[in-house]
């Protein structure tokens, strides 16, 4: 009887717990700023393929109201919940792997979604990511008294993320495997791990085996040597980042006004989906191009607060998990449309026209 009033304690002081309003408020105004956005650069796609201007935005609007009233909800969840759980996060996330494989539909070349309807797809790669986040965080709290250890801390860690990032890369599905190796990566490291052993593998075995990777796929070896110069194929593989690049350096400081994007105009393909970063900077310049980043710096900010106040170390894990997922996707998206790396499939957070990843970020 004092075990079950203990529990509903613990369960009351969690929903009496006040929200973040500085995380909230930036969450709110990216996504705001993201939905403006999606529907500006979508706007000439959508009216040419479907007669309706509106029809990437009204999803997108659908999409990110169903994931803030998910926030509100889940926000009244214990997280210490999950951590009972946090094994069949693993499982889950490998059986839903599996079955991409299995049932999933090809397109473009890759098999990463399933279809449950004609509409209705699901991208399991999106959820991998934050289930892994779960499994990590519940194993590395059980085996914090090993993490220090080369073997038992480092390898046997990062053995249990083999199996998963082998099934993406079957799929093939590049971007999502660099995203999950760096979220667990960080997550070991602030959990006890030695950073050193981190650099040591990574230069013994995991900088040859992104070599061989990127060396035996011709479309991953095409988009380095596009990267290194874009314009000995400007009418092909480099398109898209020459387009980009205009984009951006015509916005100047203050942009050519909201909506008034050339770029968008069927020159850049897509541009409301991994490129959305580039007509942002056409359009609202340069400052509009900081006031996001400073957004998702504040972002980033509040994670890190969050997970240094955290209880425990369950939870201070599940936080750091979640902003370096946020801070990787931001990184990368920027570095690509400005052609600072090669070009991936990388959505921007909150802003990409993504229905799995747009509701995923908001909760």
Request: proline residues 4%; aromatic residues 14%.
């Given at each position: 009887?004092?075990?079950?009033?203990?529990?509903?304690?613990?369960?009351?002081?969690?929903?009496?717990?006040?929200?973040?309003?500085?995380?909230?408020?930036?969450?709110?105004?990216?996504?705001?700023?993201?939905?403006?956005?999606?529907?500006?650069?979508?706007?000439?796609?959508?009216?040419?393929?479907?007669?309706?201007?509106?029809?990437?935005?009204?999803?997108?609007?659908?999409?990110?109201?169903?994931?803030?009233?998910?926030?509100?909800?889940i926000s009244k969840i214990d997280y210490r919940f999950y951590q009972k759980?946090?094994?069949?996060?693993?499982?889950?996330?490998?059986?839903?792997?599996?079955?991409?494989?299995?049932?999933?539909?090809?397109?473009?070349?890759?098999?990463?979604?399933?279809?449950?309807?004609?509409?209705?797809?699901?991208?399991?790669?999106?959820?991998?990511?934050?289930?892994?986040?779960?499994?990590?965080?519940?194993?590395?709290?059980?085996?914090?008294?090993?993490?220090?250890?080369?073997?038992?801390?480092?390898?046997?860690?990062?053995?249990?993320?083999?199996?998963?990032?082998?099934?993406?890369?079957?799929?093939?599905?590049?971007?999502?495997?660099?995203?999950?190796?760096?979220?667990?990566?960080?997550?070991?490291?602030?959990?006890?791990?030695?950073?050193?052993?981190?650099?040591?593998t990574g230069g013994s075995l995991g900088i040859p085996a992104l070599v061989?990777?990127?060396?035996?796929?011709?479309?991953?070896?095409?988009?380095?040597?596009?990267?290194?110069?874009?314009?000995?194929?400007?009418?092909?593989?480099?398109?898209?980042?020459?387009?980009?690049?205009?984009?951006?350096?015509?916005?100047?400081?203050?942009?050519?006004?909201?909506?008034?994007?050339?770029?968008?105009?069927?020159?850049?393909?897509?541009?409301?989906?991994?490129?959305?970063?580039?007509?942002?900077?056409?359009?609202?310049?340069?400052?509009?191009?900081?006031?996001?980043?400073?957004?998702?710096?504040?972002?980033?900010?509040?994670?890190?607060?969050?997970?240094?106040?955290?209880?425990d170390m369950f939870g201070s894990l599940v936080a750091i998990g979640i902003?370096?997922?946020?801070?990787?996707?931001?990184?990368?998206?920027?570095?690509?449309?400005?052609?600072?790396?090669?070009?991936?499939?990388?959505?921007?957070?909150?802003?990409?026209?993504?229905?799995?990843?747009?509701?995923?970020?908001?909760?």
């Amino acid at each position: 009887m004092a075990k079950k009033r203990r529990k509903e304690k613990n369960f009351s002081s969690f929903l009496n717990n006040p929200l973040d309003f500085t995380l909230l408020i930036t969450i709110l105004l990216l996504l705001s700023i993201g939905l403006i956005m999606v529907l500006s650069a979508s706007s000439p796609s959508a009216l040419a393929e479907s007669g309706d201007s509106y029809a990437y935005f009204s999803k997108q609007l659908f999409f990110g109201i169903t994931g803030i009233a998910a926030m509100f909800f889940i926000s009244k969840i214990d997280y210490r919940f999950y951590q009972k759980f946090y094994k069949h996060a693993w499982v889950i996330a490998f059986i839903s792997l599996v079955l991409v494989l299995l049932v999933g539909r090809t397109v473009n070349g890759a098999k990463r979604w399933i279809f449950v309807t004609q509409t209705l797809s699901i991208q399991p790669s999106e959820i991998v990511k934050l289930l892994m986040i779960f499994f990590y965080a519940g194993i590395l709290m059980k085996n914090r008294d090993q993490l220090e250890k080369y073997g038992k801390g480092f390898i046997w860690h990062m053995a249990m993320l083999a199996p998963i990032i082998g099934l993406l890369l079957l799929e093939p599905h590049f971007s999502a495997s660099v995203v999950i190796i760096g979220i667990c990566s960080v997550m070991m490291i602030m959990a006890g791990c030695k950073f050193t052993h981190f650099l040591a593998t990574g230069g013994s075995l995991g900088i040859p085996a992104l070599v061989a990777l990127i060396a035996l796929e011709s479309y991953r070896l095409r988009r380095v040597t596009t990267f290194l110069d874009p314009w000995k194929d400007a009418t092909g593989d480099g398109w898209q980042v020459i387009q980009s690049l205009y984009a951006i350096g015509s916005g100047g400081l203050f942009g050519a006004g909201l909506g008034d994007s050339k770029q968008k105009f069927l020159y850049i393909p897509e541009p409301h989906n991994d490129f959305i970063f580039s007509i942002l900077g056409e359009e609202l310049g340069f400052l509009g191009c900081v006031v996001v980043l400073i957004l998702f710096a504040i972002f980033i900010w509040r994670g890190i607060l969050i997970a240094m106040r955290a209880p425990d170390m369950f939870g201070s894990l599940v936080a750091i998990g979640i902003t370096a997922l946020v801070a990787i996707q931001v990184i990368i998206n920027v570095a690509v449309v400005t052609s600072s790396m090669p070009a991936t499939g990388m959505p921007l957070p909150f802003f990409s026209y993504r229905r799995n990843s747009l509701i995923y970020f908001a909760v």
